[in-house]
């Protein structure tokens, strides 16, 4: 249901964290009051978080996982309820336990004692994208490790981009790659609109597709890393300027897929959903832009 409100997973982890009796810190808690050592190894989904660096070292700042520390509150978690107008479709035990929740139902907000060490964070998925990019000898762009708001308008905004880069070379030149990462989501306000499946990811890659429909050649993969988007069981879409056309000739309206939330099923249907499988890893979206030259007569 947080979800579907578009809310973002800083939101959504301020209600599910004070409702656990484990996330949030609560594990390491459990750890502390039998009088074990915590020594914790863990793998950030969380926007804000630098690159990892030497991961030999200690991380002193880890937090907001079952044996960290909780960044979150109570208030942020009775916001993001009144934020989001969900007051009235989640259940009503839960809304009740937390606008009435005093001081010690609060996460714990600090452990002293514990070692950390952290594995990967968001900006390390782009850092070695652009790394294997190097590699190619194809120029490569980190335009965000902080991408967040509705997936649909960042794909418009990635193909818009795209365009702009094709036609006047800002702000890098063609051909290249621009990478992102980030959690993008998807408002739902009325399951009855839902005609399929999909998720942030497909959502993403088939608003691109309408927009690069203006862009020869261009091309973006949108798949969350942990190799599940939202509903389905693929872990993302792939789309390019002619994916469009592909869709038309199948006769499938992309406008309808997003209004319907059917961008599994549209991406399928044109071979352009991606599945991996589980990959082992959680570091939310990483999507990858290709922009090649412009070709004379294109």
């Known amino acids: 249901m947080l979800l579907k409100s578009g ?28 009088g074990a ?11 804000g978080n630098p690159a990892t660096g030497d991961i030999a070292e200690p991380y002193a700042a880890y937090k ?26 989640l259940p009503k035990t839960v809304v009740d336990y937390l606008m009435n929740a005093g001081p010690e139902a609060e996460t714990p907000k600090a452990f002293f004692d514990n ?19 190097a590699e190619m000898g194809i ?12 997936a649909r308008d960042a794909g418009t905004f990635l193909a818009s ?23 993008v989501t998807t408002l739902i306000e009325d399951n009855s609109t839902i005609r399929g499946h999909g998720g942030p990811g497909q959502e993403m890659a088939v608003s691109f597709a309408i927009t690069a429909a203006k862009t020869s050649g261009a091309c973006l993969l949108s ?37 319907d939330h059917s961008c599994f099923e549209a991406l399928d249907a044109v071979s ?6 589980n990959t082992g890893t959680n570091l939310c979206d990483l999507t990858i832009m290709y922009v090649p030259e412009l070709q004379r007569g294109a």
């Open 7 to 34: 809310a973002g997973i800083y939101e959504i982890n301020a209600v599910r964290r004070h409702i656990s009796a484990l996330n949030g810190g609560m594990l390491a808690k459990r750890i502390q009051d039998v």
């Open 37 to 47: 050592e915590l020594i914790g190894f863990g793998i950030s989904d969380a926007v």
């Open 64 to 89: 907001s996982t079952p044996i960290g520390p909780d960044a979150t509150t109570l208030d942020d978690a009775r916001a993001t309820i009144i934020n989001r107008n969900v007051a009235d479709r």
């Open 115 to 133: 070692t950390y060490f952290l594995l990967n964070t968001l900006p390390d998925s782009c850092i070695y994208a652009k790394e294997i990019c």
């Open 139 to 150: 120029p490569a762009m980190i335009v965000s490790s902080f991408l967040e708001g509705e």
């Open 161 to 183: 981009m795209a365009r702009e880069i094709q036609t006047y070379g800002n702000p890098i030149k063609a051909p290249c790659v621009l990478l992102s990462s980030g959690e």
């Open 223 to 259: 798949v969350d890393t942990e190799g599940t988007d939202g509903t389905t069981r693929v872990a993302g879409g792939i789309t390019d300027s002619s994916t469009a056309r592909a869709a038309a000739d199948k006769g499938i309206n992309l406008y309808q897929a997003l209004r």
């Open 272 to 277: 352009s959903a991606v599945f991996t499988g």
